[in-house]
């Protein structure tokens, strides 16, 4: 070969060299934030953008858990709840207020079955302590007067950021809805910084955003029941994907399990319902959707997905049977033999 087309191939190859370096690859990062890991990867050409996203995250992240926290700390809500409780207003900052209307949007919506009003009743299971307590189950007579009390997201009325409740029962809990609604800001906030294509994932509950180079992002539902991954599904822009499940966070007393997912109706923990996964372009609808069709179950789930403008909706039952919506069905894919599959009819695309 001559000299000069030698020169010109190794130049092609150095260019070819430098031009992977500045695609597009994988960044990886992992935070803990909300007391669980976050963990956001993206695709991008853009890695020190991706950090500087990342640090943003961290410090909104740190904030929120401390605003947003029920019962620890003194954060805002934290306040809130005090001031609700002597039957006083009080006047949040607009993102807390906007996070309530939501949450409260999403608690009629679903026949109250997400109702982040029963804080007191969560903190009589003990759900209000990192981790839960064993010992028996509280008294029937505790958990009846807090029934009777009938604490409501439609008892929080607000003028603009002003908020009051019209019962001093209301104690509010977000722990079923804060982290998806923070998954979806999580995601938007990496795009204003032009990190386009990314997975932000909370043990399990994710949002995504763009692609991951020429395939939509895959991810793995866990078996709520055995090991591992349950089904994957490809997950496309702006979808978050967030499941409840009654096997993380339970207490127990003689063998028997207290799932930290309750029935507002009757103050009693959930049975039946191993796991809900809602699919959602709204990380906080999915997340509150998801609680809400755990309490509904097998029998009610429909009603309350087709109430709140649901289309992908997947509930594992206690035997291991799988109920799906249609459009769940189309796009999902069993990675392990499972039970029987239900299909229910007459749920529309909604969302
Ligand atoms: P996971 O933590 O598995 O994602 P959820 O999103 O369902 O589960 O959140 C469960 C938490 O929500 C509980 O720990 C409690 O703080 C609160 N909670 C329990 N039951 C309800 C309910 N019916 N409505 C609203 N919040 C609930
Ligand atoms: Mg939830």
Redesign the pocket.
Known sequence: MHLSCRILLLFAVLIGVAACDRGPRDHHQTLLVFGTLLDIKAYTDQPAEFDAAVRDLERTFQAMHREWHAWKGDGELVRLNRMLAQGDPMTVTPELADLLQQAKRHAELSDH????A?GRL?ALWG?HSDEPPGGPPPDAKKIASLIDETPSMSQLLFEENRIHSTNPAVSL?L??FA?GYALNLAIRRLQAFGIANAIVNAGG?LCVSGHHGDRPWTIGIRHPLGEGVIASVDVVDGECVL???NY??YREYESIRYA?????RTGYPVEHVASATVISKDGGLA?AA??AL??AGPAQWQRIAKQMGLAQVMLVDDNGDVHLSPDMRERIEFQQPIGQVIVSPGLDAGS
């Open positions: 079955l997400f109702n982040p029963i969560i759900f809990d722990g079923a982290k509950d499941t409840s499940g993380e966070r930290h997912i309750i029935d507002p997340d998801a609680t755990s309490v």
